[in-house]
């Protein structure tokens, strides 16, 4: 959802700072210091232009340049993007701790650092990401928090597996006599959808148009540039769904089903409930944040495991879901969806010998922390009996991902039925593509191909 953040309100990144500039055209000045000097490190020795971290080499391998950051500047404040950067596991403990690193970067943003006709053109949206928790702090982030958790209890989430197992089943029957597949586009992407659509009490009849309507905003949480019109494209779609979803408010409140949107109405502190419009921003939060990041953790998990085919192997070999559990969690560790959280100075901070001052960007570069071998031995082995119960890939703190257990149990259905299911399962033909996106991680497109089997599930 960060990445909604800064596409939806922003566009690129490089065009967040206060000015508005469009930094887009910028040259990778670090590029060129490392071509004339053959000494330097792997991204030269001179910081001081910036390090562009979309550069395409970066893009689809980010982590040698987070190293050698985490290593020689570990709280960076990275020219290119104007914001600091923060690589070492306890910085990244340490300041999502701190209320001084405060979430609520929305309304700063849209109060003080975009033009009259940008607050106009997008305070539609605005007002829609508003009532987002993960852009709030206490007390209200407290207030949203303990209501939305009682859709996410133990018992809510264990009735959720059977449903998650027939999706799979049903993906995998159909891709499995094909021999290969686009695991994005066929499989990661549409299993979230289908199941935060059910998850949510969409009726049937109404899939596509709900489908459709994601899309749309995955258009921005992709920050897929150079569409025409985006940015309102993506804006139109946040409206027809809202109101959409506004409407299965009003139905389950007259007529109750058993589903997400009822527990929400029921949800209940004191005399506190949610309004109509909380549980309506809340449900298009929970689609951002558990759509574009349940799609990569079982995109970058199964690379992963393609990449490294001993651990496939090993799991393959393995029944069990503690097993599954653990590997699942040094996917998170090791090339997890989020590369970044974002917060905004509250006030002057120092951190390190750095003064980061009020109302700078800051990105937790979960990627890094990840990656830290002051907490991880050998940090880039892939090795799913690390069981790396302190990684950061879901968050820490007030603001940890309150869909993780979701999350886990999606991605290791996906990914136990892949590696079971699909024969001689290899990666290609076509390389993979990855998004050249700053805080997030995932691929727009990966292939595979396989032996073709029967569709029916074993
Ligand atoms: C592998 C998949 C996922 C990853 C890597 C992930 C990652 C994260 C991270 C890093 C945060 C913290 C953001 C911050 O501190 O600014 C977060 C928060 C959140 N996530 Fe997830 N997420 C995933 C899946 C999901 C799913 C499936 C859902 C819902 C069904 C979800 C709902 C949320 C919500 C509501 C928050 C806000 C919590 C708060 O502000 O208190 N996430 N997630």
Not at 288 to 306: D, M, P, Q, S, V
Request: aromatic share 8%; glycine share 6%; net charge negative.
């Amino acid at each position: 959802m960060s990445s909604a953040e800064s596409n939806l309100l922003e566009g690129d990144p490089r065009q967040a700072p206060a000015t508005g500039t469009d930094f887009s055209a910028g040259v990778d000045l670090l590029t060129a210091v490392h071509a004339t000097d053959p000494a330097a490190g792997t991204i030269g020795t001179d910081f001081s232009a910036g390090v562009d971290l979309l550069a395409p080499e970066r893009v689809a391998d980010p982590y040698p340049v987070f190293a050698e950051l985490r290593r020689r500047r570990p709280v960076f404040y990275n020219e290119h993007y104007r914001a600091w950067f923060i690589h070492r596991h306890d910085d990244l403990l340490a300041a999502l701790k701190d209320p001084r690193f405060s979430s609520d970067r929305i309304r700063p943003v849209f109060e003080h650092k975009l033009t009259d006709a940008q607050r106009t053109e997008r305070a539609p949206t605005y007002r829609i990401l508003g009532e987002w928790m993960v852009f709030r702090d206490p007390p209200d982030h407290t207030r949203l928090r303990k209501l939305v958790s009682r859709a996410f209890t133990p018992r809510a989430i264990s009735l959720w597996r059977t449903r998650i197992i027939e999706v799979v089943d049903s993906l995998i029957d159909e891709l499995a006599p094909r021999g290969r597949m686009d695991v994005i586009s066929d499989f990661a992407y549409p299993l979230p959808a289908v199941v935060i659509a059910e998850m949510m009490g969409v009726p049937p009849e109404d899939r596509d148009l709900f489908k459709d309507w994601s899309d749309d905003l995955m258009v921005l949480v992709f920050g897929a540039r150079g569409v025409e019109g985006r940015r309102l494209r993506a804006q139109n779609g946040l409206l027809e769904l809202s109101e959409y979803l506004g409407g299965l408010v009003r139905r389950f409140r007259s007529a109750p089903e058993e589903n997400l949107i009822h527990t929400l109405i029921r949800a209940q502190e004191g005399d506190d409930t949610l309004t109509d419009d909380e549980i309506v921003g809340t449900c298009i939060l929970l689609l951002f944040g558990g759509h574009e990041t349940t799609t990569n953790l079982i995109g970058n998990g199964l690379h992963a495991l393609l990449q490294n085919p001993d651990q496939l192997e090993r799991l393959r070999a393995h029944d069990g879901a503690d097993y599954l559990r653990a590997a699942t969690e040094e996917i998170l560790r090791f090339d997890g969806p989020s590369k970044m959280q974002v917060r905004m100075a509250a006030t002057d901070i120092e951190m390190g010998d750095q003064l980061i001052r009020r109302h700078d960007m800051v990105y937790l570069v979960q990627a890094a922390a990840n990656r830290d071998p002051d907490v991880f031995a050998e940090p880039d082995r892939f090795d799913i009996e690390r069981n790396p119960t302190d990684h950061v890939g879901f968050g820490f703190g007030l603001h940890y991902c309150l869909g993780a257990a979701v999350a886990r149990l999606e991605g290791s259905i996906a990914l136990d039925a892949l590696a079971r299911r699909l024969p001689d399962l290899r990666p290609g033909p076509e390389p993979p593509e990855w998004h050249p996106t700053l805080i997030s991680r995932g691929m727009s497109s990966f292939c595979v191909s396989y032996t073709p089997s029967e569709g029916a599930a074993a």
